[in-house]
């Protein structure tokens, strides 16, 4: 039997709608400008014709179950919510066609991608890496994954609310880059696992939060997501 010096890190998992199961989450994928009204707030403009779809990952243990409060984070003045719809995947996939990309969805959820915006533009405009502003401790909120085993969304709302007024208000029918295109273009870089989640993007209105603030989100047909920010550290 393999012993460890140190105790392994415990393993990232989310609740799974109707099951007792839990879901063991692989790696956190996160597609990066894929709605244009969202690129635009961000002084970016996106040319499907032109550009292929970009991503950042975050490690697993930044994983936050809905509902959780999370402490604000350190080094920042500016601390983000982007509304995401979670797509789960179920089986492997590699070089997987947009069409067969089906094949491999296990289900949705309804997830936060908690950003220090501060340090994410800061590292963009300086061709750095995003990760001190995007891979935030306790910063991928997920909901349960909903099981929609073959299922592509391509309609529903999404919308999130800060302390009960609304923020971000769209739909997930104006991804640029739709579910079907996301796993065939990741697809091409990562064997992607059951278990891997990606976060296909935010719509517009992203802003900041302080210490107290309460999130709540949805994406009609799958979940609600919530979240409170705790005082700093
Ligand atoms: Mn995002």
């Not at 959820?109 to 401790?137: I, N, S």
């Not at 299922?151 to 739709?178: F, H, P, R, Y």
């Amino acid at each position: 039997m393999t012993t460890y010096l140190f105790p392994p890190p415990a393993i990232a998992s989310l609740p799974i709608r109707g099951k007792t199961e839990r879901l063991a989450v692989n790696r956190l994928f996160f597609v990066g400008r894929n709605y244009h009204a969202h690129a635009l707030e961000m002084g970016k403009s996106v040319d499907k014709s032109a550009e292929r779809p970009f991503y950042f990952t975050k490690a697993p243990q930044t994983l936050t179950q809905s509902g959780a409060t999370m402490t604000y984070p350190s080094e920042t003045k500016n601390f983000h919510f982007e509304m995401e719809l979670v797509l789960a995947i179920g089986a492997p996939g590699f070089q997987v066609a947009a069409q067969d990309a089906h094949k491999i969805i296990y289900g949705y959820g309804a997830g936060l991608d908690m950003t220090r915006r501060d340090l994410q533009l800061l590292a963009r405009d300086k061709g750095r890496p995003w990760d001190l502003g995007k891979d935030v401790e306790q910063s991928s909120v997920c909901s349960e994954i909903v099981p929609m085993p073959g299922v592509v969304i391509e309609d529903a709302g999404i919308a999130l609310e800060v302390n009960g007024q609304t923020k971000q208000n769209s739909n997930v029918d104006k991804l640029i880059w739709n579910i079907r295109e996301i796993i065939a273009d990741l697809s091409l870089f990562y064997h992607l696992q059951p278990g891997d989640l990606i976060y296909t993007g935010t719509p517009e209105g992203v802003g900041a939060v302080l210490p107290g603030d309460k999130i709540t989100g949805r994406v009609d047909g799958v979940a609600e997501v919530a979240l409170t920010i705790g005082a700093a550290q």
